[in-house]
């Protein structure tokens, strides 16, 4: 019998200068995306949990250009995955809007969930909007990381190193968060 649900074509997990990363995808686009792990059973062990699937022989020219432009990525590259192909079967229409409007940043932008809840027509939903990303299962590619809390502190993360692990890939955009360094108290002249 045939399902409408997200059926799981195939995952891969692979190195980056950052650590080990992991993609699952269906015949209809990207499923599922691991950030960095020291290792690659853990992202592995992540993948199989979220996606139930066994690793796929054929890979679509798409998923092979995806894991070379997230190599790139990791290695500070300036790179554009709003074109990337995403399955969110069984996502409500709430977080589909906030997914879409977060997709809209740009390397390097940033707002805060207040603003990106009032740019996907859901204005005064900040919570919520914090609740869709962090059940967002394809960070990266649907940039969560780049949504920050009022008075531009780092907020939450729900991947693994949590907030720290935001903040560092912020910083690959050049994005800094936190206070701003020490002024410069005297010349000397």
């Keep these: 019998m045939e399902s409408t649900s997200q059926a799981t074509a195939g995952h891969e997990v692979f190195e980056t200068v950052i650590g080990f990363m992991g993609i699952a995808w269906s015949e209809a686009g990207l499923t599922r995306l691991c950030l960095p792990q020291r290792n690659r059973d853990a992202v592995e062990r992540r993948l199989?949990?979220?996606?139930?699937?066994?690793?796929?022989?054929?890979?679509?020219?798409?998923?092979?250009e995806l894991i070379g432009s997230i190599q790139a990525y990791a290695a500070g590259e300036d790179i554009d995955f709003s074109s990337v192909p995403v399955d969110l079967t069984g996502v409500d229409d709430f977080r589909l809007a906030i997914y879409d409007a977060a997709r809209k940043l740009a390397f390097g932008e940033t707002t805060t969930y207040g603003e990106l809840a009032k740019r996907a027509g859901h204005a005064g939903l900040a919570r919520e909007t914090g609740a869709a990303l962090g059940a967002n299962p394809v960070p990266l590619v649907i940039p969560c990381h780049r949504i920050l809390a009022a008075g531009g502190k780092i907020g939450g993360f729900s991947a693994p190193g949590g907030s720290t692990t935001k903040e560092k890939m912020l910083a690959m955009e050049g994005v800094r968060v936190g206070p701003p360094p020490p002024a410069q108290v005297s010349f000397g002249f």
Aim: hydrophobic share 35%.
């Design 48 to 64: 199989l949990r979220h996606a139930g699937s066994a690793g796929s022989s054929a890979q679509p020219q798409w998923v092979t």
